[in-house]
């Protein structure tokens, strides 16, 4: 399984952005796809994450309201809409697929395939 994220920016706080995350490498679509993010100097943390088959998201509480998560299943595509980003949402984002317990679609080591990264930098 392969991943490839793109989209990130450097931005001023207030705006919005939106990630992509193309799968391949999968013939199926039983699968979750995670967003996790890291922060300068911080630990990885969930940001949320998808069921793909089912369409079911989960996000972590601090950013419900501001970040969706959505897919293509036709593309192999999961995206991460952010809005009103604030200086804090500054890290490397991640995506990540495995087949995950949906209680576990948050939980970082619950995934073998993890995509590159991408930067967003969000300035005041």
């Known amino acids: 399984v392969q991943l490839v994220e793109s989209g990130g920016l450097s931005m001023q706080a207030g705006g919005s952005l939106r990630l992509s995350c193309v799968v391949s490498g999968v013939t199926h679509d039983a699968y979750s796809i995670g967003w996790f993010r890291r922060a300068p100097g911080k630990d990885r943390e969930p940001v949320g994450g998808?069921?793909?088959?089912?369409?079911?998201?989960m996000y972590a509480d601090a950013l419900l309201g501001r970040f969706t998560i959505s897919n293509d299943n036709a593309k192999k595509t999961v995206y991460l809409q952010m809005n009103d980003l604030k200086t804090e949402d500054t890290a490397a984002y991640y995506c990540?697929?495995?087949?995950?317990?949906?209680?576990?679609?948050?939980?970082?080591?619950?995934?073998?395939?993890w995509g590159q990264g991408t930067q967003v930098t969000v300035s005041s």
């Open positions: 998808i069921n793909v088959l089912e369409g079911r998201t």
């Open positions: 990540a697929a495995d087949q995950v317990p949906r209680h576990c679609i948050r939980r970082a080591t619950h995934y073998q395939s």
